[in-house]
Antibody, heavy 120, light 107 residues
Framework: EVQLVETGGGLIQPGGSLRLSCAAS????????MSWVRQAPGKGLEWVSI???????YYADSVEGRFTISRDNSKNTLYLQMNSLRAEDTALYYC??????????????WGQGTLVTVSS | DIQMTQSPSSLSASVGDRVTITCQAS??????LNWYQQKPGKAPKLLIY???NLQTGVPSRFSGSGSGTDFTFTISSLQPEDIATYYC?????????FGQGTNLDIK
């Protein structure tokens, strides 16, 4: 059974750093495209970043240069390193698995999310 | 960035009704469009991919159509468990973008 479990969220001051983890089971992270998607409280969905199986990465403009997506194959875990955090980064952060087709961008499994609150 | 405009933003309908939501892209995205359902407190669930393909395990009352810039999502006969927020999402180009969502409830 495919499962994604995010951890690492919490309350952090503006300018601080946080690393989110997404532990996967039931499939191999390194063989799939993986994304982070966030949702500010009471708001819609915003795609954040993608990591291709081949290592290619892409970021939303709002996080480019501040966030880094990566994975640890030995732990079958996806990460999101978030630096220089701002109040507008406050959101529930989901990791999501791509469907596994040649065309990326369709997320068939999602974690339950981890909440990041940026506030002084 | 490609802007995705959903309408309506909210919708009330009765059980058994046919429900339609539209999504318009700011530029041609061919058929690179998904529809997701999100229930309160839950993660989104993929319902439709490639604009019209039903994801495995999703009831056949859900359907999608369209190509280019104009897309439609339909529930043929609304059920109580369909109460949720629905989002369209394009994956034609980065950054992937979502519509603002349609809140669907029972009248």
């Amino acid at each position: 059974e495919v499962q994604l479990v995010e951890t690492g969220g919490g309350l952090i001051q503006p300018g601080g750093s946080l690393r989110l983890s997404c532990a996967a089971s039931g499939f191999t992270v390194s063989s799939n495209y993986m994304s982070w998607v966030r949702q500010a409280p009471g708001k819609g969905l915003e795609w954040v970043s993608i990591l291709y199986s081949g290592g290619f990465t892409y970021y939303a403009d709002s996080v480019e240069g501040r966030f880094t997506i990566s994975r640890d194959n030995s732990k079958n875990t996806l990460y999101l390193q978030m630096n220089s955090l701002r109040a507008e980064d406050t959101a529930l952060y989901y990791c999501a698995r791509d469907m596994g087709r040649a065309v990326a961008g369709s997320f068939d499994y999602w974690g339950q999310g981890t909440l990041v609150t940026v506030s002084s | 960035d490609i802007q995705m405009t959903q309408s309506p933003s909210s919708l009330s309908a009765s059980v058994g009704d046919r429900v339609t939501i539209t999504c318009q892209a700011s530029q041609d995205i061919t058929n690179y469009l998904n529809w997701y359902q999100q229930k309160p407190g839950k993660a989104p669930k993929l319902l439709i991919y490639d604009a019209s393909n039903l994801q495995t395990g999703v009831p056949s009352r859900f359907s999608g159509s369209g190509s280019g810039t104009d897309f439609t999502f339909t529930i043929s006969s609304l059920q109580p468990e369909d109460i949720a927020t629905y989002y369209c999402q394009q994956y034609d180009s980065f950054p992937y973008t979502f519509g603002q969502g349609t809140n669907l409830d029972i009248k």
